[in-house]
Structures are given as C-alpha cells and as structure tokens.
C-alpha cells in the first residue's frame, strides 16, 4: 500500500454553523463546500489547506455513525483519510496483509470519490478510510 498523501482529516462535530467560522478563522482559508451524503447520515463541510482538506462532520441523525461517535467520544478526530491509486487493490492488500476492512467494496463519499474503510482494531486505534486519487 502507498498513498499519494492525505486527503483528508475528518473532525467531528455537532453543528457545522458553530465548526466552520472557527475553523476558517484558525486556518485562514474558506469552507468551499458543504454536501450531505445521505446514505451517512451526515452533512459535510470542506476547507483547504495546501493539499490536505479538513472535513467537517455534523450528524443528520442521531443513530448514525457520527451521531453515535459524538455520543460515545464527543467531538474530536473521526478519521484520516489517505489518497490511493486503485482503491479496489489496496483494499485487497489490506485483507490479505490481515487488516479488517469496514467496507469489502468501495462506495460513493462526499465530493463524489470512491471511499472504504479499515476497521480502528486493525489500525491501531485509528479509524482509516482510502479515497480513490482522481489525480
């Protein structure tokens, strides 16, 4: 496996209207796209710095998976999100390196990427997700 760099850090939140003023004021930049990917049950929000985005994540219900990771941790760091050329082969890799996989296949994300996830207890405690490079 060998990411072309980060592509993004997910932070959750409980409201994007408080999260994205002190987010485009600490970095200086912009939120330059908000979508709500229903299929999450979350409404999503983008800012940029030099390569790497900052992702946003306000739950759409309290039952979903960002719901259920502000109850349980709060808000904080959700995810990281790794740049790949050919997610479908590093998601094999994965497996075949041992590596539990949320999501044997890849499926559609935010900003219209291909997305999986690895499983934290495969990961070192850290909630892993591949995005197709389009690069």
């Known amino acids: 496996m060998k990411p ?16 994205i003023p002190f987010y485009e ?43 259920k990771h502000i109850e349980k941790r709060g808000e904080g760091i959700h995810h990281i999100a790794y740049a790949v050329k050919g997610i479908e082969s590093h998601l094999k890799e994965a497996e075949e390196s041992g590596i539990r996989l949320i999501d044997l296949q890849p499926r559609r994300g935010a900003e219209g990427l291909d997305i999986a996830f690895l499983h934290p207890k495969s990961t070192f405690g850290v909630l892993t997700e591949f995005c197709e490079d389009k690069s």
């Not at 072309?4 to 999260?19: F, M, N, Q, R, Y």
């Not at 004021?25 to 985005?53: H, N, P, S, W």
């Open 4 to 19: 072309t760099h980060i592509e993004h850090i997910g932070i959750a939140v409980k409201s994007l209207d408080e999260a």
């Open 25 to 67: 004021k600490m970095l200086g930049t912009k939120c330059y796209a908000i979508e709500e990917v229903t299929d999450q049950k979350v409404k999503t929000a983008f800012l940029r710095i030099g390569q790497t985005k900052i992702e946003l994540l306000e739950s759409t219900d309290p039952e979903g998976p960002i719901g």
